[in-house]
């Protein structure tokens, strides 16, 4: 996919950034200010502080539209040990591990380490959120919804997660996850189908609402 990046070199390390999947969560702004700060142009001096510090700070960008390459021979990031789908209070849905976005005929759209997808139904660069559910009105607890079948024990869950937008309908993932809820509950499992319309009545999983209200994915 195209994500629009640009560049920031430095001597230890270098940073890159994506316009197009930067949701303004704004974790770097205030984790790491004296090396980014929208105040200033280029916004990313990576030289402005140690290349530990750079990078431990972009692991904790969520849309995965930071991301950096030593120089100096430090660690590289790697996918988290567990692959995780996390639904945001009245926002989307954030994804770390070992991801990949895939379209209907198998092509790989994105391979990363950190997603952040749309729930609300009304981004404009689907299936990637773009903050529209601020300006629809988009509501969920994000606790899961009380029908679906929680796991007694965790799976395994080591392996590539597959995500694969569905025409006009849900984000189907398989592979192995853990979808957890915001009051620590969690469902563990190797396929599911979660909503992307923003109206299902068991959210985050799909309830086969977009069918009935006419969703379209593009």
């Not at 997808?117 to 988009?138: I, M, T, W, Y």
């Amino acid at each position: 996919m195209d994500e629009d990046l640009h560049h920031y070199r430095g001597e230890k390390i270098d940073v890159t950034w994506s316009a197009k999947r930067c949701i303004h969560a704004e974790e770097c702004l205030h984790r790491l200010g004296v090396v980014f700060d929208l105040s200033r142009r280029p916004w990313v001096l990576p030289d402005a502080d140690s290349a530990d510090q750079v990078a431990d700070t972009i692991l904790h960008c969520p849309s995965g539209a930071l991301h950096f390459l030593r120089k100096d021979g430090g660690a590289l990031e790697a996918p988290d040990a567990v692959n995780t789908v996390s639904p945001e209070i009245d926002g989307p849905l954030h994804i770390r591990g070992d991801i990949v976005i895939e379209s209907l005929g198998g092509d790989v759209v994105l391979k990363d380490t950190r997603m952040t997808l749309c729930r609300c139904g009304a981004s404009k660069n689907k299936p990637f959120c773009d903050k529209s559910h601020e300006q629809v009105g988009f509501q969920h607890s994000g606790i899961l919804g009380e029908s679906e079948v929680r796991t007694d024990e965790r799976l395994p869950t080591v392996g590539p997660l597959k995500i694969i937008p569905s025409e006009n309908g849900p984000l189907v993932l398989r592979g192995p996850f853990e979808v957890r809820g915001r009051d620590q509950t969690f469902y563990g499992g190797n396929t599911v189908r979660l909503c992307r319309c923003g109206r299902s009545s068991n959210k985050p999983f799909c309830d086969d609402t977009h069918a009935r209200i006419g969703f379209q994915s593009k």
